[in-house]
């Protein structure tokens, strides 16, 4: 297992960019979750109740446009329901799923602890289906990418699948707020 990955704080230009990469003002956002190797945030936390308080339990939001929709496309594919079959087969498989549960729920409380705010309506609920259910692998990979290998095997097997998406360049260029390849921006 692999230590987690630190937060960082969010600047302007990471504001910037994420609203480039979202294509609306972000929300709520605590600190970069994880950073691309382009140099954008690909991860942020958000704070687990937005400015406006509403309770918000998808503490990891992967912004990337060109990883969301190639995790899209992953998810059309079936592999959701694979996965969620092999958690009833595999005792190990939902035991590390379960242990990545616990994980996200102690890292948002965390958060929200550091941000000032209680949120007892999401108490003991995660996101992405944990512990037992296999529901969005976009929260699952921006989990694996902000907590690090090894918190989350779903997250570990849809970021191993996925590939490099950054190879071809940044996403999104916060200068000018557009995606610089719109063909693969699609989330």
């Not at 329901?81 to 005792?91: A, N």
């Amino acid at each position: 297992m692999t230590s987690p990955a630190s937060p960082s704080r969010i600047d302007e230009a990471d504001i910037a960019a994420v609203e480039a990469q979202l294509g609306r003002r972000p929300r709520s956002i605590h600190s970069v979750g994880h950073r691309c190797p382009c140099g954008n945030p690909d991860v942020v936390a958000t704070e687990p109740r937005l400015d406006d308080g509403t309770p918000f339990p998808t503490t990891y939001y992967l912004t990337c446009p060109r990883a969301a929709s190639k995790i899209g496309t992953l998810e059309a594919s079936g592999l959701m329901k694979e996965m969620q079959d092999r958690l009833g087969t595999d005792p190990e498989l939902a035991a590390s799923y379960a242990a990545a549960h616990d994980d996200y729920i102690a890292a948002r409380t965390a958060i929200g602890v550091e941000a000032g705010c209680d949120v007892p309506e999401i108490a003991g609920i995660s996101a992405g289906g944990m512990p037992d259910r296999v529901k969005c692998l976009h929260v699952l990979a921006g989990h694996s990418l902000a907590r690090g290998r090894g918190v989350n095997p779903l997250g570990d097997e849809v970021l191993d699948i996925l590939g490099e998406w950054w190879k071809s360049g940044p996403c999104v260029s916060a200068r000018s707020e557009s995606a610089s390849d719109p063909a693969e921006s699609g989330s």
